[in-house]
């Protein structure tokens, strides 16, 4: 088994191993993985985060070691808080990261950094505070950072950088948590799930007071919430079935 890291900014990972293919999330900087079939130009890799998988260009992360792989697997998450920073190395180049960015492997890759971090576990009364920091970036399927970004990586983002584990995509972060029997129950900072009209999960959103939800469709969005789905005021209409609201902490 090889292992690696990512030493760049926002790295793609693709469904297939090739630069047209369809994006299905991204690997941020500091982030470690195991390399499970390696090619002349490509890797699919398993995210240590959340065992996510995909193809990532061998030019854009480094290997290492076992041993240092199960070091920063099992250390503490450490990480970037500000909306974009810089790293630099030793001949003073500066590289930009995002916010959520992985600051542990910092020495592995030789990198120097003065920004903001953000590490241990907050109180869930944070998450909404950490939801607003998003608000108005762009929708991106796959994407995970304030410059593009989709509904489940939106989530998972914001409960990373209070220091909870959730999974990937929408189907399967509504596999998590306790799920509840009406919006009555629910808090700030419980996810709602929305299906189509075959039954699957597919879309996800925060809960915030008074009803309100908050969202990445077309952007990272404010909208209400009832019984039905969300209602969006603009359109004057629902635009996701309500399946489940489901309680993570």
């Not at 999330?25 to 079939?37: A, C, D, H, R, T």
């Not at 699919?44 to 076992?66: M, P, V």
């Not at 492997?105 to 998450?127: P, V």
């Not at 796959?142 to 995509?169: A, E, H």
Request: hydrophobic fraction near 35%.
């Amino acid at each position: 088994m090889q292992y690696g890291i990512c030493n760049l900014s926002i790295v793609p990972l693709r469904l297939e191993p090739t630069d047209t293919s369809e994006l299905v999330s991204q690997v941020l900087y500091g982030e470690i993985f195991k390399v499970i079939e390696r090619r002349k130009s490509w890797s699919r890799i398993r995210l240590a985060f959340d065992n996510y998988e995909g193809w990532i260009d061998n030019k854009q992360y480094l290997e290492i070691s076992e041993e240092n792989y199960k070091s920063l697997k099992n250390e503490a998450p450490i990480l970037s808080s500000d909306l974009i920073e810089y790293v630099q190395d030793n001949e003073t180049k500066l590289l930009p990261i995002a916010l959520g960015s992985s600051l542990n492997g910092l020495e592995l890759l030789d990198h120097k950094y003065d920004g903001n971090c953000i590490e241990g576990i907050y109180d869930k009364s944070h998450l909404i505070k950490t939801a607003l920091t998003f608000l108005n970036a762009p929708y991106l399927w796959g994407g995970k950072t304030p410059f593009g970004i989709d509904c489940s990586g939106f989530v998972q983002m914001v409960y990373k950088l209070n220091g909870y584990n959730l999974l990937r995509d929408a189907s399967q972060q509504a596999t998590q948590g306790e799920a509840l029997s009406f919006i009555e129950e629910s808090q700030p900072g419980d996810l709602a799930f929305f299906d189509n009209s075959e039954g699957q999960i597919i879309h996800v959103g925060i809960l915030m007071e008074e009803h309100h939800i908050i969202h990445a469709h077309g952007k990272v969005r404010i909208d209400r919430l009832d019984q039905s789905g969300i209602y969006n005021q603009e359109r004057n209409l629902h635009t996701h079935k309500l399946r489940v609201i489901k309680k993570i902490i």
